[in-house]
């Protein structure tokens, strides 16, 4: 039972990653492998300089549909048995929860494969407009990085 959720609130990432791993037990699954990654807000730009929020903004339905996307060629690429991909936005300080992405699968490669493959497509398709306030005052809008563009691609190039 795949979950797919934007939020407006606090991401708590401990909370519903062991509500995910409960499911696991709880449903009698026979998952051998969960994996996940949490993504949080830096402190620092990519120039080093520092930052004190950053906004995500979105236009919901466009969102929740590139999410849902992701997540459905996930559960089929890397056969899994459940998936969890939770997105913050609005606007979030340096250490806040931004996203937490969770497979479970029969075997660990699988599940480490989904997460990766998740985050890789949430960074470069994921439609999300971000905006980095730093320490001075001045905010600039950010984009998807080359090296966020060749990790996507290295998916669709090597077929896994």
Do not use: C
């Not at 466009?62 to 998936?83: H, K, V």
């Not at 320490?135 to 896994?160: K, V």
């Amino acid at each position: 039972m795949m979950r797919v959720a934007l939020l407006s609130k606090a991401l708590d990432a401990g909370g519903e990653y062991a509500a995910f791993l409960s499911e696991r037990t709880a449903a009698g699954a026979t998952d051998g492998a969960v994996a996940s990654m949490v993504g949080l807000v830096r402190a620092t730009a990519k120039d080093g300089s520092a930052l004190t929020e950053l906004t995500l903004e979105h236009y919901r339905g466009a969102t929740i549909t590139s999410m849902q996307g992701i997540a459905d060629d996930a559960a089929q690429r890397f056969a899994l048995s459940d998936l969890l991909l939770l997105h913050r936005t609005g606007t979030m300080v340096p250490g806040d929860a931004i996203v937490l992405v969770a497979a479970a699968a029969t075997h660990r490669r699988a599940a480490f494969d989904a997460v990766d493959y998740m985050m890789d497509r949430l960074k470069s398709e994921a439609v999300f407009w971000k905006r980095e306030r730093g320490a001075d005052g001045q905010s600039q809008w950010i984009e998807p990085t080359l090296q966020d563009n060749i990790d996507a691609q290295r998916w669709i190039e090597n077929g896994s």
